[in-house]
Nanobody
Framework: QVQLVESGGGLVQAGGSLRLSCAAS????????MGWFRQAPGKEREFVAG????????YSADSAKGRFTISRDNAKNTVYLQMNSLKPEDTAVYYC????????????????????WGQGTQVTVSS
C-alpha cells in the first residue's frame, strides 16, 4: 500500500505560480513512477505530467508544457508540480498518483496504470 497526500493548492491570480507537493508513505517510493492529473468541474480527469521512478524521464501534457514542471525527491518521498503562468482554465482538483515503475512510459498518460491516488488539492485561478 502507498498513501499519497497532496498539498500546496489554493487561490491564485492569473499569471501567478503555485507548487504542489505529494508526500508518499508506505512502500518504497522509488518503486513507482508518478503522475499528476487534474479534474475540472464537469470534465473528465486529465493527465498533466509524469515522471519516471528515478526522475530521469518526464513528460507533460501540451497544456502544461513550458509552464509546469514535475520533479521528485526520492529521499523525501515527495513529488512536486511547479506551476507557473497559471491561467483560469488551470482551475481544477489536482491529484497525484503512483504507477509501478515497470509501466510502459507511453501508458503513463492514462489513469488505468496508476494503482494509488491521493485525495486531491484544489487549485483555483482567478482572472
Amino acid at each position: 500500500q502507498v498513501q499519497l497526500v497532496e498539498s500546496g493548492g489554493g487561490l491564485v491570480q492569473a499569471g501567478g505560480s503555485l507548487r504542489l507537493s505529494c508526500a508518499a508513505s508506505g512502500r518504497t517510493f522509488s518503486s513507482y513512477a508518478m503522475g499528476w492529473f487534474r479534474q475540472a468541474p464537469g470534465k473528465e480527469r486529465e493527465f498533466v505530467a509524469g515522471i519516471s521512478w528515478n526522475g530521469g524521464n518526464t513528460y507533460s501534457a501540451d497544456s502544461a508544457k513550458g509552464r509546469f514542471t514535475i520533479s521528485r525527491d526520492n529521499a523525501k518521498n515527495t513529488v512536486y508540480l511547479q506551476m507557473n503562468s497559471l491561467k483560469p482554465e488551470d482551475t481544477a482538483v489536482y491529484y497525484c498518483a503512483a504507477a509501478p515503475r515497470t509501466t510502459a512510459w507511453d501508458l503513463l498518460t492514462f489513469s488505468s496504470p496508476y494503482d494509488y491516488w491521493g485525495q486531491g488539492t484544489q487549485v483555483t485561478v482567478s482572472s
